[in-house]
């Protein structure tokens, strides 16, 4: 048996990177006031179909059939998900000044052809920020995204750029597709996917192409601009979000033909692209890392009450491929030292007291392995194969000293440590890791 097509498997190093690039965000987080989320990996088929009825992911649906006549569908995004939940547990009971700001990460789906950085199941780590319509939500939710990537070792302009526009209101896009429509239905060198899209009346996805010879189209002076079609009350607010982002200091790119794959947002929408060595990495059909914007009637669309909301979602598994090249991940997962305890002799006394002193320094949270069975020699090589920082080393004549022998595997330097037998001075040892 092979494991199904798109479906990877996260294995050792591979799966604690990705649990300590979920760590490392989940903690910014909440420095930002966020509560974590988790809802189920299935929902009813009809929540998706809600959410965006034009959207192509339906074509990407894993579908089940349940019991009788229920259909149900694993997630392919999360926000519709944890509006329903909220909705359903009674966001009315919690008090308006109240901010209701929630992050979950978990594995999501979606029927599409794998390639790298892309699989049909990805994990993905998203913040909601429900019942906040002020602009500084947006500008905040950004920030949140900017500090989540610059914790993991990423830097803003030399690995990643944050675009950024504004959609507008329904009516906006409503005027604006009708212009698009007009103007496109007369370009012959329109490429076939994007005429597909025309002819299926999905207008503002045709923005999303990513031909070359849709985008000589795109750079004419005369095409469309969605700005233009803007409500004042619209063209306001983003001005103001990207005041505020001004005094943040986050530099931001307009890209007017930024619309996002999503149907239900609505004015500030942006996307965090890789940028230099990183967008090389992921190549130029799945340079996004992070993404989002306002979707302020989706509340509406899955049959709630009107919310404000600002949220954004990060692909962990691309975050971990261009982390994992830049050669970064080693430096952000190195937390603590790994400790190799090491028998010169084998008597069981010693092999009492090297337990216990695993035991022990677990206990502190320190990683550390062990072999008993094998010669010095072969628990030196293991402990150096294995990548571990330090070697303790434990044989008679340490015993009688009432030490341990202390080697640094990085610098090949070795030094004696005074040790009891009931581990009583044990903090000479931790303060000895620490200081290496």
Known sequence: MRRVRGFPDLIGVHAASFSHLQGVMSRVCKVFGCCEIQTPLVEQLALFQRAAPELEISKELFQLTGKGEEILALRPENTAGVLRAICESGV??????????????????????????????????????????????????????????????LRIQEDFCIEINSIGDLEARKSYCGRLKEYLQREPELSRASRERLDQNRILRILDSKEPQDHQIFRREDFPKLFDFLSNESKQRFQQVISELETLKIPVELNSNLVRGLDYYNDTVFEVVARNRAAE????????????????????????????????????????????????????????????????????????????????????????????????????SSANALGFDFAVLIGKEERQKQEISLKNLKESTQSSIPLSQDLTNLEQLLQALERN
């Open 281 to 380: 990495i992921l190549g130029i059909q799945q340079k996004t890392l992070l993404a989002g914007g306002r979707y302020d009637s989706l509340g509406e669309q899955l049959g709630y009450d009107s919310l404000p909301c600002f949220g954004w979602a990060a692909g962990i598994d691309r975050l971990y491929l261009v982390l994992n090249e830049l050669g970064r991940l080693n430096a952000l997962q190195n937390d603590s030292s790994k400790v190799y305890v090491c028998l010169a002799d084998f008597d069981q006394e010693i092999k009492s007291f090297a337990l216990l002193l695993v035991s022990s320094l677990r206990r502190h949270s320190i990683q550390v392995a062990f072999d008993f069975d094998s010669s010095l020699k072969k628990q030196i």
């Open 92 to 153: 009315k009971s919690i008090p308006k000044s109240h901010p209701i700001r929630f992050f979950y990460s978990g594995p999501m789906f979606r029927y599409e052809r794998p390639q790298k950085g892309r699989f049909r199941q990805f994990i993905q780590f998203g913040v909601e920020m429900i019942r906040e319509s002020s602009h500084f939500s947006d500008v905040e939710g950004i920030d949140l995204a900017v500090q989540c990537l610059e914790e993991m070792g």
